[in-house]
């Protein structure tokens, strides 16, 4: 297999120029197509030399996955399969909404979590994505919303498939790459990353004095609940993330976002809303609560809206910051947890 130039330094580029007899300029010719212009591959690169393409193409490849699958919601949410280098698939979905234009990418193929609620979760993790697949999908998805609306992407969210703290450092190298002035040239304080909980990964996060933004993935304020719904609480605990929050919060001074997924009679109560709130006041944060969306052969049903309602009063009455959220894309099983390669699967 031919190198994957996206994997190499801007530094390395230029030291293999050098030693292929090219001048050391054309790296940066070359990096700016690469992670600025999002060239596909170097015929592309049409301001360099044929014959220099043509050696360029002799020795690396670009790996640019390809959108392979795509289907439109009757919200204008767009789902994407895209197709990686090796055969396996990802989603990624495009939310345009009044304010913004958002961005919905996975991190991993598949995911090792198993959440009893979310469709992904039935999917065996294969592996992680790496920082170029990761940055691709927010690549193709803003040519989309360019494409589709004529807006360019104004948010991401780490919120498709797989668990972005246990793919740590290629969710980083990417948000670098989003982020630079030489990439996308995105803010970080529109990015979120969206995690199910894992402590040890959240204090990195403070230790890194990372710039986006932070979404826990809570669900239930009560670590019994929380074992039943979210296995990965049982090695890390309420306290513990709490702690790492605390930490996170302490190093970044971000607020903390909590998304709950109201689940009908599971975690839906006036005591789970006492217990969130409880929970929740101890750092600046706001929740989020999310209509579940059904998936298949699927354990829980949605609260009821009064039952919504009742839940974001107490919560408000304890002095949280509460958003309901509505759910968007759920006619093409687009929508938060319903990401399972399903159109895909079955080509
Ligand atoms: N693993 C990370 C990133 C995935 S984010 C995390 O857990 O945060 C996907 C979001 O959708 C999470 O908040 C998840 O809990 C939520 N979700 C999963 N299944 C859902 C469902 N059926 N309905 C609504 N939200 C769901």
């Not at 296995?231 to 993330?241: C, D, F, R, V």
């Not at 974001?312 to 947890?337: F, P, T």
Request: charge should be neutral.
């Amino acid at each position: 297999m031919k190198q994957n130039i996206r994997h190499l330094s801007l530094e390395e580029i230029q030291e293999q120029f050098i030693e292929l007899g090219e001048p050391k300029f054309r790296a940066g010719q070359i990096w700016q197509w690469l992670w600025q212009k999002g060239a596909p591959g170097f015929h592309e690169m049409t301001n360099l030399p044929k014959a220099f393409r043509e050696k360029l193409e002799s020795h690396y490849d670009v790996y640019k996955m390809s959108v392979s699958d795509r289907q439109l919601s009757s919200d204008k949410t767009i789902k994407c399969g895209f197709k990686l280098y090796d055969g396996e698939f990802v989603e990624g979905v495009l939310i345009p909404q009044e304010d913004r234009m958002t961005a919905c990418i996975s991190s991993q193929v598949g995911c090792s979590l198993t959440c009893s609620f979310c469709a992904t979760a039935r999917l065996p993790r294969k592996r992680n994505l790496f920082y170029d697949e990761i940055y691709d999908q927010v690549d193709l998805i803003n040519r989309m919303a360019l494409d589709a609306y004529g807006t360019r992407l104004s948010n991401i969210v780490f919120m498709g498939m797989g668990e972005p703290l246990l793919n740590y450092n290629q969710v980083m190298k990417a948000i670098e790459r989003i982020t630079a002035e030489d990439g996308l040239g995105m803010s970080p304080k529109r990015i979120t990353v969206s995690t199910a909980g894992i402590a040890k990964m959240i204090r990195k996060l403070g230790e890194d004095e990372v710039k986006f933004n932070l979404a826990l993935s809570l669900h239930a304020a009560n670590d019994e609940k929380r074992n039943k719904i979210m296995p990965i609480n049982e090695t890390n605990s309420l306290s513990a993330l709490m702690d790492a929050l605390i930490y996170f919060y302490d190093k970044t001074g971000t607020r903390i976002t909590y998304e709950y997924v109201m689940l009908k009679d599971e975690n839906d109560t006036l005591q789970d809303a006492r217990e969130l709130s409880a929970f929740a006041r101890q750092i600046p944060s706001k929740i989020n609560l999310i209509e579940y969306n059904p998936i298949e052969n699927g354990l829980y049903e949605k609260s009821s809206g009064n039952a919504m309602h009742r839940f974001k009063d107490m919560l408000e009455q304890n002095g949280c910051i509460v958003n309901i959220r509505r759910s968007r894309g759920q006619d093409i099983d687009a929508a938060c947890g319903q990401l399972a390669n399903k159109q895909l699967s079955s080509l």
